[in-house]
């Protein structure tokens, strides 16, 4: 997966090839063998590559509404940990029920480094396999991480917008950068007197919306809030995507 290339920036990510060896799946109602990929560092691979690759996708995100209406569909990605083996998990739910209509999942071995600000270069590879596997058309994809809330402006929501062309969510549970103002529920979350990001509270905690890739900061906002049902945190196809992310990582016994 030369992934980066397509955006036509020199900055590979981590390539990926299918293992031999599958991973055990305990009590769940997926297959008992799931196919493990690996994910390999790109030859030279550094901080400091990473940080110009970040400067060039944070070039290329579109900040304004590119959606196909009406919405019909909206995917939700999320990636969870098992000491090397990734879990990416994907669902799709239908607008305007929230119900769930399609979930899938992807197990990768990797080997890519935990750094904070770059942790697209580790959910990349999980969170795309997932996503292809789909066979709905989702107009709108929520990521789980930062978009343009983050130092660099190019977060995990950004990257993986560009790879997939698709309007982009980044909904994160925690703030990494940023102070917020809250006014009722809401709050602008700004950086230098620039506002990256919105804080809402739909659920007990607030969430962290901010712009990933073909969509208005309004409007994301304004999406977060419609997907995400009555006292729920989080959006349906993130709170979808979590859940079979956990059951599936909670269920690997190699």
Known sequence: MQALAPLGLSFPLPRTREQSSQAHLRGSSYLTLHTVHVVHLPEGFSIERARRAQQLIAQRVVESDQIDYPIRYAAGVDVSFKGQIAVGAAAVVEYPSLSLVEEKAALMRTT?????????????????????????????????????????????????????????????????????????????VSVGGEVLGYAVKLGPRPIYVSVGHKISLATALRLARAFTRPGARLPEPLLQAHKISVKMRKSITC
């Open 112 to 188: 890519v480094p935990y750094v904070p600000t770059l942790l697209a270069f580790r959910e990349m590879g999980p969170a795309l396999m997932a996503l292809k596997k789909l066979s709905h058309d989702y107009q709108v994809l929520f990521v789980d991480g930062n978009g343009r809330l983050h130092p660099y402006r190019a977060g995990f929501a950004c990257q993986l917008g560009l790879a997939v062309g698709k309007p982009t969510i980044g909904v994160a549970k925690s703030l990494l950068i940023g102070e917020a103002r809250w006014l009722d529920d809401v709050a602008e």
